[in-house]
């Protein structure tokens, strides 16, 4: 089925370790995007791409980096994993603010 | 910071009834959207609105936008067990693409 595909579902690091979340889409869209989900907090992006070979920094983006590896794939890195990165991960794409994101079903991280 | 606020945070109807739910946002933007996220799962885009729009029909989904007043609200008619989940809205600032913004969500039980 088309859509947006994220590796792995869950996860449990301990401080310090490092880890990159796998994010792919198939629908040939330009833009994609990482955010946190946080109770009582809604959903903050972390870093967005435009389009391939760009990215820019949202609203968290520190302790986090990407990259935009071609048009399918958007990966985020933790380098030193924290406890206040404890959290559930969404990756999204658009092709175009008009028709909305298409969301991936999550990852699930826990630091300890 | 978060563009949007929903409320109410929470709201327990029965089946059958009508579910409204309200957005308000900061500054001026170029489009809302409401989203639904299922419990553990990522978002899905519902429908959306722009700014020059004042009401806007999908199925049992009805969406308002008041841009004098910054404010949105989205009303669910003859709700269904299957309704039950959260509801986020989302806002584009003006000529703040990229950098959508999402609301703390409302939490909607349907009891069957």
């Known amino acids: 089925n088309a859509g947006v595909t994220q590796t792995p579902k869950f996860q449990v690091l301990k401080t310090g370790q490092s880890m990159t979340l796998q994010c792919a889409q198939d629908m040939n869209h330009n833009s994609m995007y990482w955010y946190r989900q946080d109770p009582g907090m809604g959903l903050r992006l972390i870093y967005y791409?435009?389009?391939?070979?760009?990215?820019d920094k949202g609203e968290v983006p520190n302790g986090y980096n990407v990259s935009r590896l071609n048009k399918r794939e958007f990966s985020l890195r933790l380098e030193s994993a924290a406890p206040s990165q404890t959290s559930v991960y969404f990756c999204?794409?658009?092709?175009?603010?008009?028709?909305?994101?298409?969301f991936g079903s999550g990852t699930r991280l826990t630091v300890v | 910071s978060q563009q949007g606020e929903e409320d109410p945070q929470a709201l327990s109807i029965q089946e059958g009834e009508n579910a409204t739910m309200n957005c308000s946002y900061k500054t001026s933007i170029n489009n809302l959207q409401w989203y639904r996220q299922n419990s553990g799962r990522g978002l899905v885009h519902l429908i959306l609105?722009?700014?020059?729009?004042r009401e806007k029909h999908s199925g049992r989904l009805r969406v308002t936008l008041d841009t004098s007043k910054k404010s949105s609200s989205l009303l669910i008619t003859a709700s269904r067990a299957a309704d039950t989940a959260s509801y986020f809205c989302?806002?584009?600032?003006?000529?703040?693409?990229?950098?959508?913004?999402f609301g703390t969500g409302t939490k909607l039980q349907v009891i069957p």
């Open positions: 989302a806002t584009e600032p003006s000529g703040g693409y990229q950098k959508v913004t």
């Open positions: 999204a794409s658009s092709d175009g603010w008009l028709r909305g994101y298409t």
């Open positions: 609105i722009r700014s020059n729009e």
């Open positions: 791409s435009a389009s391939e070979g760009t990215t």
